[in-house]
Nanobody, 124 residues
Framework: QVQLVESGGGLVQAGGSLRLSCAVS????????MGWFRQAPGKEREFVGA????????YYGDSVKGRFTISRDNVKNTVYLQMNSLKPEDTAVYYC?????????????????WGQGTQVTVSS
């Protein structure tokens, strides 16, 4: 069983930064493509970004391009989401997810395992 545990959420002022971490259990971390999603109250789950197994290719949602950066450490079994220039509209619960597939990384339906989420609140 694969377990994902997010950490690093919290309250930050607009313009500030946070770094989220997602620790993945098991010895097969480098077999998964990893993604980050977020969900605000009353809204659908939104794609934030994804990273392929080697970490050489990343993808981002339009609303976070240029501000957020995904990285991974295949030794520490951890994926990171560095969030800069945060805006109040970035407020949401952030989830990391692992995918064994090769396509459709922008859709939450293509992920097999999920973390419990971590709250990010950006004040104006």
């Amino acid at each position: 069983q694969v377990q994902l545990v997010e950490s690093g959420g919290g309250l930050v002022q607009a313009g500030g930064s946070l770094r989220l971490s997602c620790a993945v259990s098991g010895r097969t971390f480098n077999r998964y493509k990893m993604g980050w999603f977020r969900q605000a109250p009353g809204k659908e789950r939104e794609f934030v970004g994804a990273i392929r197994r080697s970490g050489g290719t990343t993808y981002y949602g339009d609303s976070v391009k240029g501000r957020f950066t995904i990285s991974r450490d295949n030794v520490k079994n951890t994926v990171y989401l560095q969030m800069n220039s945060l805006k109040p509209e970035d407020t949401a619960v952030y989830y990391c997810a692992a995918s064994t597939g090769d396509y459709g990384l922008g859709s939450h339906q293509n992920y097999d395992y999920w973390g419990q989420g971590t709250q990010v609140t950006v004040s104006s």
